[in-house]
């Protein structure tokens, strides 16, 4: 039977316990690589010494040292300069080994790509930073890094002409192949369209209060009267319009709004009493909504819809409103309309001037709120004592 101490595991060595911690570490530093993106979109993350003592695998910069050492010799680890300190990145394990067979050029060309990041090189600039290695050996390396899985060639908006390498694990840039508003290296202005109206119809359904119940809304307007007369000499029965009055006078023409209730009769929320939409939330509405393709849904991000945000903000469609809890929400500008793509109707139109249109409560954009009582009235209204007032 054997004894305890047999049965007991051997102890690792000092060397084999830094191999095991340095490759926790790296598994940490990757995972967040590959989840990291700053507000303005960017991807690239790098790590201090100090981030890496925060990831709680050691505990001193002394014990440190060593995985860092393991991790560069094994190429799992990048060491680039951020701000004069020295920082590091992780590489994906399969670019690990592939690094390893690569000879002196060929590691050079690499190294180059590689920190070109997201944003990419062209053949013609790496040939000018790879100094000491001769041109047909760039192009070949470039050639046998692309077909082993290295690095890719994307195409990008600014110079489509042009191929771009990057590192085959990582995401161009928004300035590479733009944002999700550009499909295949083209601007997609349907989506990008579509999209502004779709953040305009939600903001508007959450911007504004209920309009008073009790007003006069709705109401059809009654076709004008055509009557039956007799005349004298005429055919009895025979069809004939009215005599001409100011209801019928359609010749005076003039540049009308056209009045929607929905519209021009928006009561504000009072101060402190409601939540407007965040740049989140209208995010979170798009990428769930039916609205859009799942596929464009998956890529928008929240930097890309402030960026829509902000468009509409300088066309003055919204408007900026501090929200009771500090954040910033958006509520549109009283009067603006939700317009499907593709409509083509402008909010001016020719009419005739009628006598109801000559009248105030005619033109009154907030006539549906006006009864007695109601925040607009008839017994204070400020516009009956100048329309009666003679000249």
């Given at each position: 039977m054997a004894t305890p101490d047999a049965e007991a595991k051997p102890e690792l060595s000092e060397k084999q316990k830094n191999i095991n911690l340095a490759?926790?570490?790296?598994?940490?530093v990757a995972d967040a690589q590959a989840n990291y993106i700053d507000d303005a979109g960017k991807r690239s993350k790098t790590f201090t010494q100090d981030d890496l003592l925060a990831t709680g695998i050691v505990s001193s910069a002394k014990e440190l040292m060593p995985l860092i050492a393991h991790l560069s010799k094994e190429n799992l680890f990048r060491t680039v300069k951020q701000q004069g300190r020295l920082?590091?990145?992780?590489?994906?394990?399969?670019?690990?080994?592939?690094?390893?067979?690569?000879?002196?050029?060929?590691?050079?060309?690499?190294?180059?790509?590689?920190?070109?990041?997201?944003?990419?090189?062209?053949?013609?600039e790496i040939k000018k930073k790879a100094q000491g290695v001769a041109q047909q050996s760039v192009q070949k390396a470039v050639n046998k890094m692309e077909k082993a899985n290295l690095i890719k060639s994307v195409k990008s908006v600014r110079h489509p002409t042009q191929k771009t390498y990057?590192?085959?694990?990582?995401?161009?840039?928004?300035?590479?192949?733009?944002?999700?508003?550009?499909?295949?290296?083209?601007?997609?202005?349907?989506?990008?369209?579509?999209?502004?109206?779709?953040i305009v119809f939600h903001v508007r359904q959450t911007s504004w209060g209920d309009k008073d119940k009790d007003a006069k809304k709705g109401k059809k307007k009654e076709k004008q009267a055509v009557v039956n007369v007799e005349d004298d000499g005429d055919a009895a029965g025979k069809k004939r319009k009215r005599?001409?009055?100011?209801?019928?006078?359609?010749?005076?023409?003039?540049?009308?709004?056209?009045?929607?209730?929905?519209?021009?009769?928006?009561?504000?929320?009072?101060?402190?009493?409601?939540?407007?939409?965040t740049a989140e939330n209208i995010h979170n509405f798009l990428v769930?909504?039916?609205?859009?393709?799942?596929?464009?849904?998956?890529?928008?991000?929240?930097h890309e819809i402030q960026g829509c945000i902000d468009v509409l903000c300088w066309d003055e469609k919204l408007e900026k409103i501090m929200n009771g809890e500090g954040t910033w929400g958006y509520r549109t500008?009283?009067?603006?309309?939700?317009?499907?793509?593709?409509?083509t109707y402008d909010d001016y139109e020719?009419?005739?001037?009628?006598?109801?249109?000559?009248?105030?409560?005619?033109?009154?954009p907030v006539h549906d709120l006006c009864h007695e009582g109601g925040p607009v009235n008839p017994q204070d209204c400020i516009y009956?004592?100048?329309?009666?007032?003679?000249p």
């Open positions: 490759e926790a570490l790296h598994k940490i920082a590091w990145n992780a590489r994906p394990r399969d670019a690990a080994r592939q690094i390893t067979a690569l000879d002196r050029d060929e590691r050079a060309v690499y190294v180059i790509v590689e920190e070109a990041h997201d944003r990419g090189i062209w053949v013609k990057m590192l085959s694990h990582l995401v161009p840039s928004e300035d590479v192949i733009g944002n999700s508003f550009f499909d295949a290296g083209d601007l997609d202005e349907s989506f990008r369209d579509e999209l502004l109206n779709l005599i001409t009055d100011i209801e019928d006078a359609g010749n005076l023409k003039r540049r009308s709004v056209k009045l929607d209730p929905e519209v021009f009769s928006q009561t504000i929320y009072r101060a402190g009493t409601h939540t407007y939409p769930t909504s039916n609205a859009i393709k799942p596929t464009k849904a998956a890529s928008l991000t929240v500008v009283r009067g603006v309309t939700f317009k499907p793509p593709g409509a020719e009419v005739a001037g009628t006598g109801l249109t000559q009248a105030p409560c005619g033109r009154c009956f004592e100048q329309w009666l007032r003679p």
